[in-house]
Every structure is written in C-alpha cells, then in structure tokens.
C-alpha cells in the first residue's frame, strides 16, 4: 500500500518560513519523480516544484528564488523550504509522487496540508 504522509504546515506571517516534509512508503522512492502541488480555494491544483530521481529540479516561476525541493532518498523523504512567503502562497499543499514517464496527476497523492500565510 502506498502511503505520502505530508508535515509542517501551518500558519506564518508574511515574509516567515516553513519546511514541507512528505514521507513515502510502499514504492521504490528513489527512481519515483516526486514534487509539491498547492491548490488555492476556487482556484485548480498547480505545480510548485518537482525533483527527478536524478535530482533535475522544476519550479513555478511564482516560487522561484523562494522555495527549495530536495529529497533524501535514504529516508524516503521530499522537503520544500519556503522562505519569504507570501498571503498569495495560501493553498492546501500536496505531495505527489509518479514513476518516469507517468504524469503526476496519474501517480500518488498525499491527503494535504494547509499553509496560510497572514499577519
């Protein structure tokens, strides 16, 4: 069975920090392309960043310079440091994880975690 356990959520002020952790289980982890999608109220999920199992990484031109992917594969872990966030980073954030050649909408989804940036 396949599990993505999200962590760290939480509410910030603007311009804080916030450490994104999702713990895999039941796949090879380390040849899955694994990322981080975030999903507004009313608006559809979209990509925050994803990182290749040769740690090629991709990010939202929204997030650039602000939020970092890395993966530990060891632990089977993905992170997303956010830093300098801002309200309009407000969304529920998704772990997903796929194999090489499977669209991430097709592969494995966390349940969520909330990120509410306000002052």
């Known amino acids: 069975q396949v599990q993505l356990v999200e962590s760290g959520g939480g509410l910030v002020q603007p311009g804080g920090s916030l450490r994104l952790s999702c713990a895999a289980s039941?796949?090879?982890?380390?040849?899955?392309?694994v990322g981080w999608y975030r999903q507004a109220p009313g608006q559809q999920r979209e990509l925050v960043a994803t990182i290749t199992s040769g740690d090629w990484r991709n990010y939202a031109d929204s997030v650039k310079g602000r939020f970092t992917i890395s993966r530990d594969n060891a632990k089977n872990t993905v992170y997303l440091q956010m830093n300098s966030l801002k309200p309009e980073d407000t969304a529920v954030y998704y772990c997903?994880?796929?194999?090489?050649?499977?669209?991430?909408?097709?592969?494995?989804w966390g349940q969520g975690t909330q990120v509410t940036v306000s002052s």
């Open positions: 039941g796949i090879i982890f380390r040849l899955y392309v």
């Open positions: 997903n994880a796929a194999p090489p050649a499977v669209l991430a909408r097709d592969g494995y």
